[in-house]
C-alpha cells in the first residue's frame, strides 16, 4: 500500500507491506522508493510506526517493523533493517535501534519462523534475563 505522509519537511512517500501471522503479530516492511521527496524512513521511522500501529489497532509488541531501502544513489545495494522501538512516551514509539537482516531473515519474520527476540545480540539476551534491562 502507498503511503503518502506529512514528514518533517514536506510530504513524503513509502510502499507498506503488510503481513499478519498466524500469531497475531504484524510485520510491516516499509520500502522507501529512491525518489521520495521527503523525510527518510529512517528519519521519520519512530512516528510512522506509530501511526499505522494506531491505524491497525495494534498493541506495541504486536509490531514487528523492518525498513527496506532499494538500490539507489544513496544505498549501494538493497537493505533490510530490523527497527526495535526500546521505548515509549504515551503511546508513541521512541528509541530506535536498527539491526541489519537479510532477505531471507524478513521472510522468516513473516513466516513466523523466528522471533524477533531471536536476532538480538546474545549479550542483550542474556541481560534481560538477569532483568537488567536494555541498555544498561
Given at each position: 500500500m502507498r503511503y503518502n505522509?506529512?514528514?518533517?519537511?514536506?510530504?513524503?512517500?513509502?510502499?507498506?507491506?503488510?503481513?499478519?501471522?498466524?500469531?497475531?503479530?504484524?510485520?510491516?516492511?516499509?520500502?522507501?522508493?529512491?525518489?521520495?521527496?521527503?523525510?527518510?524512513?529512517?528519519?521519520?521511522?519512530?512516528?510512522?510506526?506509530?501511526?499505522?500501529?494506531?491505524?491497525?489497532?495494534?498493541?506495541?509488541?504486536?509490531?514487528?517493523?523492518?525498513?527496506?531501502?532499494?538500490?539507489?544513489?544513496?544505498?549501494?545495494?538493497?537493505?533490510?533493517?530490523?527497527?526495535?522501538?526500546?521505548?515509549?512516551?504515551?503511546?508513541?514509539?521512541?528509541?530506535?535501534?536498527?539491526?541489519?537482516?537479510?532477505?531471507?531473515?524478513?521472510?522468516?519474520?513473516?513466516?513466523?519462523?523466528?522471533?524477533?527476540?531471536?536476532?538480538?545480540?546474545?549479550?542483550?539476551?542474556?541481560?534481560?534475563?538477569?532483568?537488567?534491562?536494555?541498555?544498561?
Open positions: 505522509y506529512k514528514g518533517f519537511w514536506c510530504d513524503s512517500v513509502y510502499d507498506i507491506e503488510v503481513n499478519r501471522r498466524n500469531d497475531g503479530k504484524y510485520v510491516f516492511v516499509v520500502t522507501e522508493p529512491p525518489n521520495n521527496p521527503g523525510t527518510s524512513v529512517t528519519d521519520y521511522g519512530e512516528h510512522l510506526a506509530t501511526a499505522v500501529r494506531r491505524q491497525h489497532g495494534l498493541k506495541p509488541a504486536d509490531l514487528i517493523w523492518i525498513e527496506h531501502h532499494l538500490e539507489s544513489k544513496d544505498h549501494p545495494e538493497e537493505v533490510f533493517t530490523l527497527v526495535r522501538f526500546l521505548g515509549m512516551k504515551g503511546d508513541s514509539f521512541r528509541s530506535p535501534v536498527w539491526t541489519r537482516i537479510t532477505e531471507q531473515v524478513v521472510k522468516d519474520l513473516i513466516a513466523g519462523l523466528r522471533e524477533v527476540e531471536d536476532l538480538l545480540p546474545r549479550r542483550v539476551k542474556e541481560r534481560g534475563e538477569r532483568g537488567m534491562g536494555l541498555g544498561r
